[in-house]
């Protein structure tokens, strides 16, 4: 079911996709319940899909009532929150045919691909993209259910949830493999932190199907990624 709240006095689109995608953010964070958004003839809309077999219209009338009641946090940043957690973008945006392909000579610099080979490396290049990012920049939200996979060419960012900073981020780093791995699984998981640039910054982008590929077919990229999901989630 998709649909959002209405604000008294409100009819900018931008401000109700803010107040709306405020509201999705303190939902989660009240542990009452999550819910994702989508976009609905252009309009940025909340998304309520239950998939636990445990929930109970007790619980839907919980998080209903939540969303109805509640002050909706203002978000910070100058994007518009339709941008910020639309999960079909505009067309008008760069499609893939518009993306900018890997650099194939600048992955021998990174950790990550020192010691793929020139055939592995060429499968790097044809699963990534480039992109960047502006200091202050959201690259993922904490929440949002994106499963892209980034690893950083050059500049910084810093990892954050709402309450805390946990780390930074430089050239060679990457992030945001639990969620590509999870990419394709019947009932997925959010982002557990942002990553906002501090400086500009130049990204290796993976769209999770591509990732995972990676992850099977390159023997010395996925024992890396799963090192790394060891050390980050200790236990699994």
Request: net charge negative; proline share 5%; hydrophobic share 35%.
């Amino acid at each position: 079911m998709c649909f959002r709240r209405r604000f008294e006095s409100i009819d900018d689109e931008d401000e109700l996709a803010r107040l709306n995608t405020g509201l999705v953010e303190g939902l989660t964070a009240s542990d009452e319940g999550h819910i994702s958004s989508t976009r609905l003839r252009g309009h940025y809309a909340l998304r309520m899909c239950v998939l636990n077999h445990t929930s109970t219209s007790d619980d839907v009338h919980r998080v209903l009532d939540w969303i109805e009641t509640s002050p909706a946090p203002r978000l910070e940043g100058s994007e518009t929150a339709a941008n910020l957690y639309d999960r079909h973008p505009d067309v008008r945006q760069p499609s893939w045919l518009g993306r900018r392909p890997a650099n194939v000579a600048g992955l021998r610099n990174l950790p990550l691909f020192r010691e793929l080979a020139q055939q592995e490396l060429a499968l790097i290049t044809h699963s990534a993209y480039e992109d960047t990012a502006e200091a202050g920049q959201t690259i993922v939200r904490q929440w949002d259910t994106s499963r892209e996979f980034y690893v950083i060419f050059d500049g910084t960012a810093e990892v954050r949830t709402r309450e805390r900073h946990l780390t930074d981020l430089g050239r060679g780093n990457y992030f945001g493999e639990l969620a590509a791995l999870d990419w394709g699984a019947s009932f997925g998981y959010p982002r557990l932190a942002s990553v906002i640039a501090t400086s500009p910054v130049r990204l290796l982008v993976f769209p999770g199907a591509s990732f995972n590929t990676l992850v099977r077919d390159v023997p010395a990229f996925g024992d890396e990624i799963r090192r790394a999901v060891r050390e980050r989630l200790p236990g699994l």
